[in-house]
């Protein structure tokens, strides 16, 4: 592994390549048109690249004044347990600026983002066109 640099742009981003990262880490399963879609409507989107490779992704929404959220947090397996995750997620927040930053975690990535600060939350509520996947994820009681 070389030196990991991170973009924030959306050019020239080859949206198999990210699907692949999506797929691989595993984060699910998103077509490369719809992981293109909610990429191209984030305000803040973040490429970690290996050379020429892209080995992570990330997508924030923010009003950059009080509120974010942070989404589809992923990077290769072979690339995770070495600090990438953590220098994405706070090159996010410092660029985000905002007092408060949301997310859900995947239930067994809560001790990750608790380590970088988050705290978890009394009352997050979903109105969810499939309850029961959330449920059977782990997500909703
Ligand atoms: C979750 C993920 C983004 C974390 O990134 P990473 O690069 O592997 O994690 P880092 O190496 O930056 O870890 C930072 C710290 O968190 C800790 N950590 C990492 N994963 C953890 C976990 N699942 N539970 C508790 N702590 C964890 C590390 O030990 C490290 O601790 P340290 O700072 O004391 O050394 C990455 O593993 C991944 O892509 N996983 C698959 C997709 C996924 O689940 N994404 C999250 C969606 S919510």
Known sequence: ?????LSFSLDNIDWD???????????????????????????LTCFAWDGD???????ALSDFTVMSVVYDLCMLPEYQGQGLGKRIMQAMIKR????????HA???????????GFRKMLTAM???????????GGYIL
């Open 96 to 103: 985000l600026d905002t007092p408060n930053v949301h997310l």
């Open 17 to 43: 390549e990210a699907c692949t990262i999506f797929e691989r880490a595993p984060l699910g399963t998103r077509t490369p048109e719809r992981l293109r879609k909610t990429f191209e409507n984030s305000q």
């Open 126 to 136: 979903v109105l969810s066109a499939d309850p029961d996947k959330l449920k059977s």
């Open 106 to 116: 995947v239930p067994d990535k809560v001790g990750f983002y608790e380590k970088l």
């Open 1 to 5: 592994m070389g030196k990991i640099e």
């Open 53 to 59: 490779t892209m080995v992570g992704i990330a997508r």
